[in-house]
């Protein structure tokens, strides 16, 4: 059974930091496209980063020079170190694994950037 489980969210105040992680289990890791997505309220999904099998990485342009998307293959585990945080960054943060026909999401988690 596919597990990806996000954890790393929470509250910050704008400029801080936080890393997200989402660890993936029944699945051959190296082999997917993982991706971090998400979704502020009343908007729609949208990709903030994504990490191919051989580590080449696209961000969003609204998050470039800022968030840095990395894989560690052996632990499964796949991060979003988020710096300089904005209000407008405040979302569900959700996990995403893609290879061919198969594509998952995990639970998300919320980040809140407020003052």
């Known amino acids: 059974q596919v597990q990806l489980v996000e954890s790393g969210g929470g509250l910050v105040q704008p400029g801080g930091s936080l890393r997200l992680s989402c660890a993936a289990s029944?699945?051959?890791?190296?082999?997917?496209?993982m991706a971090w997505y998400r979704q502020a309220p009343g908007k729609q999904r949208e990709l903030v980063a994504r990490?191919?099998?051989?580590?080449?990485?696209n961000y969003a342009d609204s998050v470039k020079g800022r968030f840095t998307i990395s894989r560690d293959n052996a632990n499964n585990t796949v991060y979003l170190q988020m710096n300089s945080l904005k209000p407008e960054d405040t979302a569900v943060y959700y996990c995403?694994?893609?290879?061919?026909?198969?594509?998952?999401w995990g639970q998300g988690t919320q980040v809140t950037v407020s003052s």
């Open positions: 990490i191919i099998s051989g580590g080449n990485t």
């Open positions: 995403n694994m893609v290879h061919g026909l198969y594509n998952y």
């Open positions: 029944g699945i051959i890791f190296s082999i997917y496209t």
